[in-house]
């Protein structure tokens, strides 16, 4: 299997502009989960979805952020507007059933001017 | 709130030595347990996971977990780094009733050659 695939790999967007990160979780897994790294606050949990259906977005920072999934493969994350604290490194993650082994995409790096 | 306290931010070892990283989770009830390793530049790997059995875990490249339920620790322990294993290593915890990975801080590990 080819993993958890995340695009893009790197990001440089100006302030105010509009940020879609799109992640494809491993085949037959049935959690996605989106985190998001950054030196100050470490990995945090923003949502996460099971069989397509948010089941928690307790994490989402503000209403800026949205996130979607259209179908069994394919999620996105999107910022908008986008702000230079929305820097960090953003995963993608899937799992099969919500307790089990969570299986991390190579992440996106964003960076806002 | 649950949590998940890693107790070494930084730890510095020369070859050869001896690694244990604490880790300790507020949380009474049933957990899955995981280490998780990040590679300079590089996305999370699972090291090591703990769902149920025998309390002492064999995980890859040599590391090792124990899990302790009356102090609800679960340490990561290598008796011989190598400098390969400069990288940050993450303790996570699933709680049995939700699908969300509680990560700890981190510990930041730096092998001398």
């Known amino acids: 299997d080819a993993g958890v695939i995340q695009s893009p790999r790197h990001e440089v967007t100006e302030m105010g502009q509009e940020v879609t990160l799109r992640c494809k979780p491993i085949?037959?897994?049935?959690?996605l989960f989106w985190y998001r790294q950054t030196m100050m606050r470490g990995l945090e949990l923003l949502i996460y979805f099971n069989n397509n259906v948010p089941i928690d977005d307790s994490g989402m920072p503000e209403d800026r952020f949205s996130a979607k999934m259209p179908n069994a493969s394919f999620s996105t994350l999107k910022i908008q507007p986008s702000e230079p604290r929305d820097s960090a490194v953003y995963f993608c993650?899937?799992?099969?059933?919500?307790?089990?082994?969570?299986?991390f995409g190579p992440g996106t790096r964003l960076l806002v001017l | 709130a649950q949590s998940v306290s890693q107790h070494n931010h930084h730890v510095i070892l020369s070859e050869a030595a001896s690694l244990e990283l604490g880790c300790n989770y507020s949380y009474g009830g049933t957990v899955n347990l995981f280490w998780y390793v990040q590679y300079p530049g590089q996305h999370l790997q699972l090291l090591l996971k703990y769902f149920s059995g025998d309390p002492l875990v064999k995980g890859i490249k040599g590391f090792e977990a124990e899990f302790i339920k009356s102090k609800f620790s679960f340490n990561l322990r290598k008796p011989s780094v190598q400098w390969s294993d400069t990288a940050e290593y993450f303790c996570a915890v699933i709680l049995s009733n939700t699908g969300k990975l509680i990560f700890g801080q981190g510990t930041t590990l730096q092998v001398k050659p």
């Open positions: 085949s037959g897994h049935d959690y």
């Open positions: 993650a899937s799992s099969l059933r919500g307790v089990e082994t969570q299986y």
